[in-house]
């Protein structure tokens, strides 16, 4: 059997609308910026071409590419 390793242990969150604005808008903001590092991240250390695109809740545009051609090169496979 498994025993936990002693200190803090995240709990799960329940996935459901952050009802307080200002609340929705800090936890959107710092997920946001966790997104867009973790993205960065993958890019580094796999040498992967990758790109991310957000949009928040009043449409404005968020955005990460490792490359100026990954949207280029996605182009071609959605089309």
Same mark, same amino acid.
Do not use: P, W
């Given at each position: 059997?498994? +025993? %936990?390793?002693?200190?803090? !242990?995240?709990?799960?969150? *329940?996935?459901?609308? =952050?009802?307080?604005?200002?609340?929705?808008?800090?936890?959107?903001?710092?997920?946001?910026?966790?997104?867009?590092? +973790? %993205?960065?991240?993958?890019? !580094?250390?796999?040498?992967? *071409?990758?790109?991310? =695109?957000?949009?928040?809740?009043?449409?404005?545009?968020?955005?990460?590419?490792?490359?100026?051609?990954?949207?280029?090169?996605?182009?071609?496979?959605?089309?």
């Amino acid at each position: 059997m498994l +025993k %936990a390793i002693s200190g803090m !242990v995240r709990g799960k969150i *329940q996935m459901k609308k =952050i009802e307080n604005g200002t609340s929705r808008q800090v936890t959107f903001s710092k997920r946001r910026s966790g997104l867009l590092k +973790k %993205a960065y991240e993958l890019s !580094v250390l796999c040498d992967a *071409q990758v790109a991310v =695109i957000v949009f928040s809740q009043n449409g404005r545009l968020y955005e990460f590419s490792s490359s100026e051609y990954v949207f280029l090169h996605y182009s071609k496979f959605s089309a």
